[in-house]
């Protein structure tokens, strides 16, 4: 999906245009300056760290912000909060909301055994709650002692370490 929007500058416009000033604050750039491919590509690398269980400032350093400066607006974390608050819910996950929408009207799962209909049913919401796999969504959902994302995957990569050493 990146690819494509990186690439694509149409659709990047169309599908991304409410969320272009949010995406500008995520990559430090001024909210006039376009919203092209150099952008796109800094900000996936906040949604990889999302996905991956990263704590807001571990993100907010991926995204060149300073969370440990002297300014309390610094340590705030703003570029990853406008991450999560507005970039991937309203368009990473819009986006992946569509495109799931047309793979399941075109109906591919069976003559295509690489495609994992659960997967493309659950992508747009992984993404959203922070999550890069089904099962890792389907364990924080039912992981009812972790207190957030973050600690969600520290579960996840406890639990698979224990199964993987017995």
Known sequence: MTEWLIEDDEARAELLADTQSAMLAVSGKPKTAPLDAQVMRHVLSGALAWIAGK??????????????????????????????????????????????????EVNPFEVQDDLDQQMVECMSTGLRLGYDTTEKLFFASDAKDALGRVQAHMMWDATNRELHTS
């Not at 440990?68 to 909301?97: E, H, M, N, W």
Request: overall charge positive; hydrophobic content about 45%; charged content about 20%.
């Open 55 to 104: 704590s807001l400032a571990e993100i907010e350093t991926t995204l060149g912000g300073e969370p440990q400066a002297d300014a309390i607006t610094k340590r705030a974390c703003p570029r990853a909060r406008s991450l999560a608050s507005a970039v991937i819910p309203r368009g990473y996950s819009f986006v992946l909301g569509l495109i799931a929408h047309v793979v399941k």
